[in-house]
């Protein structure tokens, strides 16, 4: 069993910025791609970024692509999501998403084969 544990949301004006964190335990998952999705009220979950445990690959949607850096402490077992000039719609709850063995960009964005979810941290972007 895996539990992940998101940190660091919070309220900041537009044009600040935020570094979230996912605590991950349980297992080690050296060939897993580990993400970050965001659910604002009303609207579907959407893919915001995501990296290869190894730290080969990281993947980025375009509404963030610039903004958002996405990182990883193989030590801690914690992932990063470093946020950069946030926007409003950037109001959301983000959380955690892994997938202990991907499948491919095209599912992982759509949420298939995610094996473990984190219970989110509030973002909240002022204008």
């Known amino acids: 069993q895996v539990q992940l544990v998101e940190s660091g949301g919070g309220l900041v004006q537009a044009g600040g910025s935020l570094r979230l964190s996912c605590a991950a335990s349980g297992r080690t998952f050296s060939s897993a791609v580990m993400g970050w999705f965001r659910q604002a009220p009303g609207k579907e979950r959407e893919f915001v970024a995501a990296?290869?445990?190894?730290?080969?690959?990281?993947y980025y949607a375009d509404s963030v692509e610039g903004r958002f850096t996405i990182s990883r402490d193989i030590t801690e077992n914690t992932m990063y999501l470093q946020m950069n000039s946030l926007k409003p719609e950037d109001t959301a709850v983000y959380l955690c998403?892994?997938?202990?063995?991907?499948?491919?960009?095209?599912?992982?964005?759509?949420?298939?084969?995610?094996?473990?979810w984190g219970k989110g941290t509030l973002v909240t972007v002022s204008s």
């Open positions: 990296l290869s445990w190894s730290g080969d690959r990281t």
């Open positions: 998403a892994l997938a202990l063995n991907f499948r491919g960009l095209y599912y992982y964005t759509r949420r298939f084969g995610i094996d473990y």
